[in-house]
């Protein structure tokens, strides 16, 4: 397997280049913003994208642990049991082609999804994938069909490291990078994630569809309804990079 970075025009990562900056926002999960807590506990998570998407979980047994102090010393939520997770329900549908930005901590080594999309009859919509090795993936469905990708290359990342996922996509290819590098593409995974007449789809941060729950820490989310330009993602991920302390 071939590691490649691609160079673009670097954003500002910590001063002027804002995640509303580029165009089709449809999610943004900062977790130093739009908390709400249930004493020690994340009971939602408000969307800053001005899309309205926001996360939640009623159930006070499901609840992340908030973390002043977190990933790279910023608030973070901390999902620890194998039934925390925080939940956008019903009434969103990932688009056909997009990009998405996770930076997270895992605890551990196993099979785990930190965020993903399901529905009644299968996966549906997009998620990330950490794997018992250290390795990384991808799956896309449309609530019938659904594809998943992983690198095969084992310790990608290791334990308690803080990582930033980027996901890119449309109806018919795939690609993941790792931390600014590709780890992952392929142009013949034809599944359409905004496809399909599901109504009950789920957006999850902690598992997807109740199985392969994560653990550690989520910082940051973020979601646009459309691929962006090399330079517009080499922005985001410096972005991104700065606040988590992240070396790219």
Known sequence: MTLSRRRG???????GFLPTDLGNLELWLDAEKGITLNGADVSAWADQSGSGNDFDQTTDSKQPLFVASGINGRNSIEINTDTDELLRSNDYFT?????????????????EIPFGG??????????F????DGDVGLAKGDGTSDIFRQTSAANLYAIDETILLTYKWTATNTNLRLNGLEVL???SDAVD??????SDEDFEIGAANNIEHYTGQ???????G?????????????????????TL
């Not at 994938?129 to 018992?132: D, F, P, Y």
């Not at 994630?193 to 599901?198: A, K, T, V």
């Not at 691929?227 to 992240?246: C, D, F, P, Q």
């Open 9 to 15: 025009i670097r954003g500002v990562g910590g001063g």
């Open 95 to 111: 688009p056909s082609t997009g990009h998405a930005f996770l930076v997270c901590q895992p605890d551990g080594l196993a099979f």
């Open 118 to 127: 399901t529905s009644s009859t299968g996966q549906k919509g997009i998620s």
């Open 129 to 132: 994938k950490l794997r018992n």
């Open 185 to 187: 593409a392929d142009d």
């Open 193 to 198: 994630p905004g496809g399909g007449s599901e």
């Open 218 to 224: 989520v910082l940051e989310i973020l979601l646009y």
């Open 226 to 246: 459309s691929n962006l330009s090399t330079a517009e993602e080499a922005s985001v991920e410096s972005y991104l990079a700065a606040r988590a302390g992240i």
